[in-house]
């Protein structure tokens, strides 16, 4: 059986020039990782999509863009929040149940989402981090069959000002001024 996704949204391939009606909110590079890449917070309707996007240059070869999207309902903004600090906090103090590694999906505005440990996030130090998940929406490479995911590194999120950013992000989006 197929897993039936909802329909895609707009692809962003051009973090500096995105299509009319997509409105970029932020941008941070991973200073501490990997100064080169950038992720770029766009609001496209009622929907954010954050867009991971570097220049990768091969031997012998031209340098391209590569991207890679996630997009989800604009209340994943607080939701994120609230889950990391529910899967923060000890079991003891009813946070995330011990030897659980990800919370149950929810949905979040109609769409299923997980939040999970990631033991490696990808970065040279091959740290630990977390994952979103969005399980009804398709990854936009085309040949994948797999849901959209976004990972950060425990550094990028709590040393390297993303965890600052989306506290803002959920501010103004939590006070319509998004």
Known sequence: M???YLPPLSE???PDNPDHGIQLIARINDVLNYPNRSYSFYKQGN???IVYH??????NKASYLATEQFDAPLEILP???NKLEFFRKPSKENGLPANKIATDKEKVNGEYIILGRAMDAGNARREGGYILDNL???DHHKISTNPQD???SDSFLFEGGLMDL???LTEKYQKGTL
Do not use: A
């Open 79 to 81: 939701w994120f929040i």
């Open 54 to 59: 570097w220049i990768i240059t091969p031997k």
């Open 166 to 168: 989306w506290k803002d």
């Open 136 to 138: 009804d929406r398709k």
């Open 150 to 152: 976004i990972t950060f």
């Open 12 to 14: 962003i391939t051009e």
């Open 2 to 4: 197929t897993k039936q």
């Open 47 to 49: 929907f954010l999509s």
